[in-house]
């Protein structure tokens, strides 16, 4: 399980958003990073692994709930894949 910072992985959210300066260095950074975490989540998906991603906004507290909810649903559904 990854859990990004929205800024830092480039989500489209609210917090998410590129800055106002510097528009290419951060455009960059952030295309430098989401192109990082997806060769890192395919690495663990060839080994076998199953990979989920939790991002910041999902666990503000207006939203918490819907997050852990959904992750449960996901992680019950892996789980009776992987027992049956």
Request: with cysteine; net charge positive.
């Amino acid at each position: 399980m990854f859990v990004h910072g929205c800024f830092w992985h480039g989500h489209d959210c609210r917090q998410g958003r590129t800055p106002s300066t510097n528009v290419g260095y951060w455009t960059s950074k952030i295309e430098d990073n989401r192109a990082s975490d997806a060769r890192k989540a395919q690495a663990l998906r060839d080994l076998g692994w199953r990979v989920f991603t939790v991002w910041e906004c999902e666990l503000k507290a207006k939203s918490l709930t819907a997050s852990v909810t959904n992750l449960s649903a996901a992680l019950a559904r892996a789980h009776f894949k992987l027992a049956n």
